[in-house]
């Protein structure tokens, strides 16, 4: 294939998926290419739990929204027109905050994530966040997980964790 593979802001056939308490929209690529890129809207106070990925380094650009991130011992707070970059086996966590949900576009160059999405989640009838999220036993995410590369080493990041490094960063 010689031609551009173009996907529009109101491309209803891209593949959707509710996944946890997010909506997951996948852009395709052109035949052949590894790179995976995911759009992603997280409402407020969505958080992952602390986790490691062996071979995927973690990177995503902030469309809209603000969150507060957390990569060994860094903490930040970002929000649109901000790149993050975690690199692979290091533990790292965000929350979302603010008065409006995130937008981010996660751009990665393997298929790791985007398969535990594919594993756990469910197609999504409407380009919504989910009204009511579904999160496994802790014991069943962490198992499923661990399968595509991704480890929980601790919990999702408190709102009383990310207020304080929001209280420190202003």
Do not use: K
Request: glycine share 8%; charged share 20%.
């Amino acid at each position: 294939m010689s031609t551009a593979i173009v996907d529009g802001p109101e491309n209803h056939d891209a593949p959707a998926w509710w996944f946890l308490d997010l909506l997951v929209l996948e852009h395709r690529g052109a035949p052949g290419m590894e790179t995976v890129v995911l759009e992603m809207t997280l409402p407020v106070g969505s958080s992952a739990p602390l986790h490691v990925h062996d071979s995927l380094d973690d990177t995503w650009y902030i469309l809209d929204g603000e969150m507060v991130i957390r990569c060994g011992d860094d903490t930040q707070c970002v929000g649109a027109g901000h790149w993050v970059s975690m690199p692979r086996g290091i533990p790292h966590t965000f929350r979302v905050v603010g008065d409006h949900d995130a937008r981010i576009l996660l751009v990665h160059d393997n298929a790791t994530f985007r398969d535990l999405i594919r594993d756990l989640g469910v197609p999504a009838p409407a380009h919504v966040v989910p009204p009511h999220p579904v999160f496994p036993p802790m014991e069943e995410l962490a198992r499923v997980a661990s399968s595509h590369d991704l480890t929980p080493v601790g919990p999702p990041m408190s709102a009383e964790d990310a207020d304080a490094i929001l209280a420190v960063a202003h």
